[in-house]
């Protein structure tokens, strides 16, 4: 099933269309915005946009053979990169056939399903992923025109440390993009994005939809969601609608993290007992979806120091501690045993 035709950001879309057309749109780009409001979609419709053979204006036709390989996710030119599970093998080339065959099995069930929520929070952009990527871009592209490299999720790229060799040419890639290549990474924190990355990036921000824009797309691709409540709720963001028959796991982690800061910040020691012993975080994919919610409050509690004129520094180390424990949590490490650190440094740190 091919994908829904991309909805809104119009004004965007169109300087966007006018930059290629004038051979200046930038090879490496961070798109952020909201969770939920169109940012990995924008990166399949720029992929579309560069290799349409008959674009209409500021927009691809949607109807020649490249358009609609890129609509069916099936462009060889147009590579999807999004957060997976660990590999399990142990020899780096495994590792990346084991990324290759995730990435291959999330494609299928987005062309199935191409309404998608957020990864498993146990998912990120290893050194595999890394490895898979610089692969791919030393190919030369199938039908002799652009390559498009989507990163989704870009604040899942962890830390490199046990590679420091694949780290530094993925950097390096970044700021020497070969020709004919476009890089687009994108974000709903770009504040938890690896600084050293961010820095090789040139921002674009997705903006909210109005209610009608979001009630449209639903009336034509979702129309049980198409309610007057749904629309409301999802304030502007056609992720948020989509995602609202979920399970609710985003709403869960952002509840656990709340009660973790408040149990830190008040120094109650039963609340934090039972934040401890909670049997949730047996499940890994709970507790970092748990963290990647704490990580995203602790920033915003930083920038609003930052605007406020206060000081910010513990925050952001409580942050980097933070992913320091996500990063930690993809191994066999007891989920408690390193909450309870976490818990010992953000109180030393008094960022709750």
């Given at each position: ?14 300087r ?6 004038h051979?200046?749109?930038?090879q ?9 409001a ?7 419709w ?5 290799v ?26 147009v ?67 652009w ?65 009608e ?60 007992a ?30 609003h ?48």
């Amino acid at each position: 099933m091919p994908l829904a035709p991309f909805a809104g950001h119009i004004e965007l879309r169109r300087r966007l269309s006018r930059a290629i057309t004038h051979d200046r749109l930038p090879q490496v780009l961070l798109v952020t915005g909201p969770a939920g409001a169109g940012k990995q979609r924008l990166g399949l419709w720029l992929a579309q946009r560069l290799v349409c053979s008959t674009p209409k204006g500021d927009e691809p036709c949607g109807t020649c053979s490249a358009c609609l390989k890129v609509l069916n996710l099936a462009h060889p030119d147009v590579h999807w990169m999004i957060p997976v599970p660990r590999p399990k093998a142990s020899e780096p080339d495994k590792q990346v056939e084991e990324v290759a065959e995730a990435l291959a099995t999330a494609m299928a069930e987005r062309r199935a399903t191409p309404l998608w929520g957020v990864p498993d929070g146990m998912s990120s952009h290893g050194i595999a992923s890394a490895r898979w990527l610089q692969r791919r871009i030393t190919l030369m592209a199938a039908e002799g025109g652009w390559r498009v490299f989507i990163v989704g999720n870009a604040e899942r790229l962890v830390p490199q440390e046990s590679s420091p060799e694949a780290a530094n040419a993925l950097l390096k890639l970044l700021e020497e993009p070969p020709p004919r290549s476009l890089f687009v990474l994108t974000t709903a924190e770009p504040g938890l994005v690896l600084p050293t990355i961010r820095s090789r990036t040139v921002p674009v921000r997705v903006s909210k939809l109005s209610d009608e824009d979001v009630k449209e797309f639903l009336m034509t691709n979702a129309p049980a969601l198409a309610t007057d409540d749904v629309v409301s709720a999802a304030r502007g963001l056609i992720g948020t609608a989509v995602g609202s028959g979920k399970d609710g796991t985003a709403a869960k982690a952002r509840q656990s993290a709340k009660e973790l800061l408040s149990a830190v910040r008040d120094g109650n020691p039963a609340m934090l007992a039972r934040t401890l012993k909670q049997g949730s975080w047996s499940a890994r994919g709970e507790f970092t979806a748990m963290l990647d919610a704490l990580a995203t409050m602790l920033a915003r509690q930083a920038r609003h120091a930052v605007t406020e004129g206060r000081e910010a520094v513990g925050f952001l180390d409580a942050v980097q501690r933070v992913l320091l424990t996500r990063e930690r949590a993809q191994g066999n490490v007891n989920p408690q045993l390193l909450l309870a650190a976490l818990v010992d440094d953000l109180a030393v740190l008094g960022a709750a």
